[in-house]
């Protein structure tokens, strides 16, 4: 028995250093972060205590919401009218939504939880690093062309989003007791000015508008509200009049000159509305979205596999039904986000508006970064909750 109880809190522990990596891999590689988010989920199943691990998702509504959602493209794949290998891939993209239930108890200490935000920070930071390095020309890597601009590892879109929620991260510690908050002051100023001074993500700069706002909300109730916008609006004044790259990206969003980008998403969401109007209820299926698409574009239209907005793709796939299981999802998420601890709940509530504002523009549980951060901080922050009601429960068990 006490070999077993060894063992079993041997690969507690590697399950829980896997996770802490994935956090760190998030950032910047695809590759490691397959690799240690799926250790971290085999370690955390292959570790046991499986009566305890299913009482802490039974009594979490967040993952079940999750896991229902993730049934939707398992369901989705019986009436799909895309192929089954297009379907079957589609599926496979929404894999990682399981790893939330293995996930969780992970990060039921708080400890834990500050490794992983302290590891997805500290990656972001040598991401703006070398990004420095890039910009300024000090050493020349053939391999740092692919994304162009100042991107390190990944495209400016997913960059800039990386960016944002390390910015309010920084936020957090700046406004901390921490000592060494001048340290994060210094590091919020270097990667605020690679976001808003470098970087080409229009997606980022939004996300980190909003999150500001909802920093200075949190921080100071209602009456944050009229500082976090008056801040926001010094800020975007700042940028448009003194950074070229920031000015050019939104200019593009000016009705009169529409850059190609935004015109296309135009036409993918006007399209996308096509397809749920014919089909409203359940949608078309698991991956039929771009087998769909074809059908009620123009001949001059660009084909598109999403419609840069996770709304709409989850309603062409899943109508009505899978749109209320998403809203459902988010909303509880923000309703269940005010029993957390106070730090994590900040954390909770930035991730949720993070990837909520950002959907409006991009399919973000779709793509590989943002997807794997929604399943990561999902499971990171509702673990407190599990771990508190798992707590009341035994708590009025003994008192009665």
Not at 60 to 85: D, E, M, Q
Not at 294 to 310: D, F, L, W, Y
């Amino acid at each position: 028995m006490m070999k077993q109880n060894k063992r079993t809190t041997q690969l507690e522990l590697w399950a829980k250093c896997s996770a802490i990596m994935f956090a760190f891999a998030i950032p910047i590689s695809t590759a490691l972060m397959s690799v240690f988010g799926i250790a971290a989920g085999v370690l955390s199943l292959a570790s046991g205590n499986y009566a305890k691990k299913f009482k802490l998702t039974l009594n979490n509504r967040v993952v079940l919401l999750a896991l229902l959602f993730f049934a939707l493209f398992v369901v989705g794949i019986v009436y799909s009218t895309a192929s089954f290998p297009n379907a079957l891939y589609v599926l496979k993209k929404h894999l990682k939504l399981l790893l939330i239930p293995f996930l969780l108890p992970l990060f039921t200490e708080e400890k834990w939880r500050k490794y992983a935000v302290n590891a997805f920070l500290a990656a972001v930071m040598l991401a703006v690093f070398l990004s420095y390095v890039k910009y300024f020309q000090i050493v020349h890597i053939k391999y740092w062309e692919k994304w162009g601009g100042v991107s390190m590892f990944y495209s400016h879109i997913q960059y800039s989003f990386s960016l944002a929620i390390a910015g309010y991260f920084l936020m957090q510690k700046v406004f901390s007791r921490n000592k060494y908050r001048w340290l994060y002051a210094i590091a919020l100023a270097l990667l605020g000015f690679n976001l808003l001074f470098l970087c080409a993500g229009r997606s980022g700069y939004v996300i980190f508008y909003v999150l500001l706002i909802l920093f200075c909300w949190q921080k100071l109730s209602w009456k944050g509200l009229p500082l976090g916008c008056l801040i926001v609006a010094i800020l975007f004044a700042s940028s448009f009049n003194f950074s070229p790259v920031f000015k050019t990206r939104t200019d593009l969003l000016n009705p009169s000159s529409l850059g190609i980008s935004a015109k296309e998403r135009i036409t993918f969401w006007i399209n996308s509305l096509k397809i749920i109007k014919k089909h409203p209820i359940i949608g078309t299926g698991t991956g039929s979205f771009e087998n769909e698409y074809i059908k009620v574009r123009t001949a001059s239209q660009p084909i598109t596999a999403n419609p840069h907005n996770e709304y709409l793709y989850v309603a062409v796939q899943f109508g009505i039904v899978g749109l209320l299981v998403l809203l459902l999802l988010l909303y509880f998420q923000w309703r269940d986000s005010f029993n957390l601890p106070a730090n994590t709940r900040m954390i909770a509530q930035a991730m949720l508006v993070a990837i909520a504002v950002g959907s409006l523009f991009n399919s973000w549980l779709l793509d590989n970064l943002e997807s794997n951060f929604f399943v990561l901080f999902t499971a990171l922050c509702f673990a407190a909750l599990s771990m508190r009601s798992q707590t009341e429960t035994a708590d009025e068990t003994e008192q009665s």
